[in-house]
């Protein structure tokens, strides 16, 4: 388990083999802490994801792949650092590194965050829902506003006939006391002035019959339209508040995290970036020990053998390309000299022929001039027009 706890720091065992037990604790922490962070990322990280996809064999797997993330990630921010006994110059060396080590820790604390603080984020997820579903209600009133005014068209209906009601009732009264004397002329019986009253009331009670009759139509055709908008406006709410059931996904939470007191959230944040810092930290505040004595003399040394290694490859490099300038200057100089005596037989061939073709042309001549002495009068005569006497 030591070894594995070194592994995980990123030490060379074989190095720390040769030192004190107190730099084996001390890289045996350092590994531990490493491992223990990534392990809380798989936690986080998977909550995370089962949260969206509510798929537990999907979140195992992501959760497995991101603490292996941070696990490496972690483990190369502290391998990579080296202890030169300078505090403040390896304080900036790892600044970029402390800044990486801050954002993981964010990351990582914030799933937990919305597991811990759970019970508070359902009571802000329902009050939320509680708020969407009156506003969508207020919404979907405003787009069925067609209701009132069907209800207001029902009303003016009823009160027509209403109206056409009293009127009847009136003339009914007024026919009523014509007839027992209590009104009108005061005489009892049915004489003329009762008769028009009569009329005047039948013709009324029939428009009455009629309005009555054309008024229950017209209602019955209004709430039918009215019981078609309420079945749409309770269908379109219910749709609305199934939606509003299913706001509990990642970002409503993070939200519902956001409207809590920030003073628990940010003592678990600050609680995960200490553990997220804290191998980081470990390695700056700890002075510098013989692992990294003997560490920084071993790469020094594979440092200096892959220098010779490289200065030995550029030499036999150099030594090959002197090789090749020397053959290609030896080939160049052996063509020119072959070049020049070329040149040389060639000027003495030709020389040679011209030497052959001036003996053939004398023989020639002094052949014509033994066959011939006035040939060689000609001949004579030729040279001196051609001027081979001038001086």
């Avoid at 506003?135 to 067609?146: A, N, W």
């Avoid at 055709?221 to 199934?242: C, F, H, P, S």
């Amino acid at each position: 388990m030591k070894k594995f706890f070194w592994w995980c720091a990123g030490a060379d065992d074989t190095i720390l083999e040769k030192c004190s037990r107190s730099e084996h604790v001390k890289y045996a922490g350092v590994g531990a802490t490493v491992l223990f962070t990534g392990v809380l990322a798989s936690i986080s990280g998977g909550y995370a994801l089962y949260t969206v996809f509510d798929s537990v064999p999907m979140a195992v797997a992501f959760g497995l792949l991101w603490g292996a993330v941070i696990f490496n990630l972690d483990r190369f921010i502290v391998s990579t650092l080296r202890k030169e006994g300078k505090f403040w110059k390896e304080l900036l060396q790892v600044t970029p590194r402390i800044l990486l080590a801050l954002v993981l820790a964010v990351v990582i604390s914030k799933p937990l965050e919305l597991k811990i603080f759970d019970k508070e984020i359902q009571a802000v997820l329902k009050e939320k829902q509680a708020e969407l579903a009156i506003e969508h209600k207020k919404l979907v009133s405003q787009q069925f506003g067609e209701v009132d005014s069907v209800k207001a068209e029902i009303a003016t209906i009823r009160q027509e006939v209403d109206a056409k009601l009293q009127e009847r009732n009136k003339l009914y009264d007024a026919m009523a006391a014509e007839s027992d004397g209590t009104g009108g002329t005061g005489k009892v019986g049915r004489g003329p002035i009762y008769e028009e009253k009569k009329r005047q009331y039948d013709k009324v009670d029939e428009e009455l019959k009629l309005l009555q009759a054309d008024a229950q139509e017209r209602i019955n055709q209004r709430q039918q339209r009215i019981a078609e908008l309420m079945q749409q406006y309770d269908k379109t709410v219910n749709e609305g508040q199934e939606s509003f059931s299913n706001y509990d996904g990642l970002m409503a939470r993070i939200n519902a995290l956001d409207e809590l007191p920030w003073l628990p959230v940010f003592f678990i944040t600050l609680l995960f970036i200490c553990l997220e810092t804290a191998p980081i930290f470990t390695k700056l505040i700890t002075s510098k020990g013989p692992y990294d004595e003997i560490l920084k003399g071993v790469e020094h040394e594979r440092t200096i053998q892959e220098m010779q290694r490289v200065a030995e490859r550029q030499k036999q490099y150099d030594v090959r390309l002197q090789v090749a300038e020397t053959k290609f200057a030896a080939r160049r100089d052996y063509e020119m000299d072959a070049k020049r005596e070329e040149e040389r037989i060639k000027s003495d061939a030709h020389l040679e022929v011209v030497r052959e073709s001036a003996a053939v042309w004398k023989e020639r001549k002094l052949a014509d001039v033994h066959r011939s002495p006035n040939t060689a009068a000609e001949i004579l005569n030729d040279n001196e027009e051609n001027g081979y006497y001038k001086w």
